[in-house]
């Protein structure tokens, strides 16, 4: 089974081809923010970014006719279970109709579109949409609203199976707190082979390198209402220019961490704490199997620093056994869903018929 694997970022887009589980094919795609600047929108980088993806493959000597199928990122739909779906005219309708512009929704758009072309299927695992939470979970504090649970359970699912492997357990004996940290932070409580409960990765959880995470609901009403910012401005202060970009300036955790080494007093507070506030996230989690948690793993891109993942250990290393997954396991795991199901190991889900109503 040779099959396409497509994850769009902010100014890139990841592709793979894969023969089977074997990866022989791996390329990012950068996009400059000047060329991304020509578009309104996220939906209207589509005819571009999948252009680019043809080009790259026609140039890797990559035959698109010996494609047997199409791995997508799962963009922003509606909540769902998570697991493998199908690509429907449903979903391309949905994710490029979303208000919520990311360029993961792009994934299902390009594959849906290529595969009609090919004749073959397109397909996505465990969207960032994907909706598990337990009732008790699902509660906020006001009737008037209910928690979202979105979060990066495509790599966060792929890391808590690799650590069950790993140590000759089935994902469905554990119960595991894993912490994805990228851009965004997402904080999640995997009991017995489902996400029971997450952090939001727009409105909850710690300050990321760009994300503001949870705030003071009084002060963010005032905030609102002060008429220094407009509604986009708003949001813009909660996702890309909030956490630690609004308190210095930058995202890039790379060069926080440096400044913090070369002396820079006020970038070793802000780091320290984002780790802080990280921790209490992790603790927060373990209650929900009454302390049960047979490990907590660290993964994302920030997991690669060693600052980082060592002075988490120290505090919340008493949890459980601390595991290090840097990076992330997104092509890897979108390859396996969709090999999983050509393989008849798992049938592919019906996006329309497994829409969380309650949510």
């Known amino acids: ?65 010996e494609l047997d199928a199409i791995a997508c990122r799962g963009g922003a739909c509606k909540p769902i279970p998570g697991g493998t779906y199908l690509i429907d005219e449903q979903l391309c309708h949905d994710q490029a109709n979303n208000p919520i512009q990311h360029p993961s929704s792009l994934a299902a758009l390009i594959g849906f579109d290529l595969a009609k072309e090919l004749g073959i299927k397109a397909y996505f695992t465990d969207s960032p949409m994907t909706y598990e939470l337990s009732e008790l979970a699902s509660f906020s504090g006001h009737r008037e609203i209910k928690r979202h649970g979105r979060f990066h359970a495509l790599n966060a699912r792929a890391v808590a199976q690799a650590y069950a492997q790993q140590r000759n357990k089935h994902y469905s004996e554990l119960n595991l707190i894993v912490c994805h940290m990228g851009g965004g932070i997402t904080i999640s409580l995997h009991q017995q082979g489902r996400a029971v409960d997450v952090t939001d990765a727009i409105a909850e959880g710690p300050m990321t390198p760009e994300r503001s995470g949870r705030l003071p609901a009084r002060d963010l009403i005032d905030l609102c209402f002060s008429g220094q910012y407009s509604h986009s401005e708003m949001k813009k202060l909660l996702q890309g220019e909030g956490g630690v970009f609004s308190y210095l300036g930058t995202a890039d955790m790379r060069d926080v961490e440096t400044a913090a080494q070369g002396g820079n007093d006020e970038a070793q507070l802000v780091l320290d704490a984002m780790i802080y506030q990280i921790a209490k996230e992790v603790g927060a989690m373990a209650p929900v199997v009454n302390g049960q948690v047979d490990g907590v793993i660290l993964t994302g891109g920030i ?21 290090i997954y840097p990076g992330e396991m997104e092509l890897e795991a979108l390859a396996a869903g969709v090999l999983q199901v050509c393989n008849q190991e798992q049938v592919a889900k019906c996006y329309g018929e497994n829409l969380t109503a309650s949510v």
């Open 303 to 323: 997991a690669y620093s060693q600052y980082v993942t060592t002075e988490l250990g120290k505090r919340v290393g008493y949890i459980a056994d601390v595991a």
């Open 1 to 65: 089974m040779k099959i396409l694997v497509i994850n769009p970022g902010s100014t890139s887009t990841k592709i793979g081809v894969f023969d089977n589980q074997v990866k022989y094919f791996e390329q990012v795609l950068r996009h400059s923010r000047e060329e991304l600047a020509h578009f309104d929108n996220v939906t209207d980088q589509y005819e571009f970014r999948k252009q680019t993806i043809v080009d790259a493959l026609m140039q890797s000597g990559i035959a698109l006719y």
